[in-house]
């Protein structure tokens, strides 16, 4: 008898334990960070501002494909609006600095409000969200996140393929489209674009493409630009409609949290 008394001592403990180590993983919280740039939107277009009602992340449960609003956490329901065309070479805007519970995720969803709009040659214009302001533009990203970790997300705003004009009318549709990663993976090159007699050059286009794929800047009043891309291979052009540039790099390689600097351009 105490024997089998003896046993289930032990076993109410296993399963106290079990209980708190559960709970205790449940408690743990690391800390989410979203920071959101873009690339410049060429011709007279001034402003972008996009308006953002709610940021959310999708939490994965084991065992479990479906799609439920229990599994979807808020982070934030700050009423914000970015004028993205600011958030250039280099430039910032932390969206979320929040507390998240231990665990994996998989998706981030951004709800846009009815807010947006465009800036066109002094005058703005509604950007018409398709569905948007419903279900919210969902964006696939694998991550676990630990007790006390810090997970730093990037949001790439590509607003060239994001906005259309109507052909005939005049009004502007918004269907998003942004890159997301993790900032660990990723890295910047910059560089400055001159003239043949040294003056810096605004406005010039500069591509950096790999596997097909190409993000783009403009450089700054100064000549100067900067881009923040994922760790790989690149050739990296500058373009002007009326100059020519002296080089192309090729296979520049950026690693993971790597800073590659001075790949310069002068353009005849």
């Known amino acids: ?128 969200v398709p569905s948007g302001s419903e279900s919210g533009v969902k964006l696939n990203l694998g991550f676990f996140i630990n007790a006390d970790e810090i997970i730093e997300i990037y949001l790439d705003f590509d607003a060239e393929r994001s906005i259309n004009k109507h052909p005939i009318q005049e009004r502007y549709i918004l269907q998003p489209t942004f890159r997301v990663f993790k900032s660990v993976l990723s890295g910047t090159i910059s560089g400055t674009v001159v003239d043949s007699v040294g003056n810096g050059l605004q406005d010039v286009s500069i591509y950096a493409v790999s596997n097909g794929d190409s993000v783009t800047t403009l450089t700054n009043t100064d000549g100067n630009y900067k881009l923040i891309l994922l760790a790989g291979n690149y050739a990296v052009s500058a373009a002007s409609y009326d100059l020519m540039a002296d080089t192309v790099y090729q296979n520049i390689a950026i690693d993971a949290e790597e800073n590659v600097v001075n790949l310069n351009f002068v353009m005849n």
């Open 1 to 128: 008898m105490k024997k089998i008394l003896l046993l289930l001592a032990m076993i109410t403990g296993i399963v106290f334990l079990s209980c708190d180590s559960d709970s205790d993983d449940e408690a743990a919280t690391g800390e989410i960070v979203i920071k959101a740039f873009d690339a410049p939107f060429q011709g007279n277009v001034e402003h972008i501002y996009l308006h953002i009602v709610a940021v959310s992340v999708h939490k994965a449960v084991a065992g479990s494909a479906s799609d439920t609003s229990a599994q979807w956490i808020v982070l934030s329901e700050a009423d914000t609006t970015i004028d993205f065309l600011e958030l250039v070479n280099g430039e910032m805007a932390t969206l979320i600095h929040s507390q998240l519970g231990m665990g994996q995720y998989s998706q981030l969803r951004l709800l846009l409000g009815d807010g947006s709009s465009i800036v066109v040659d002094g005058v703005a214009h509604d950007l018409q």
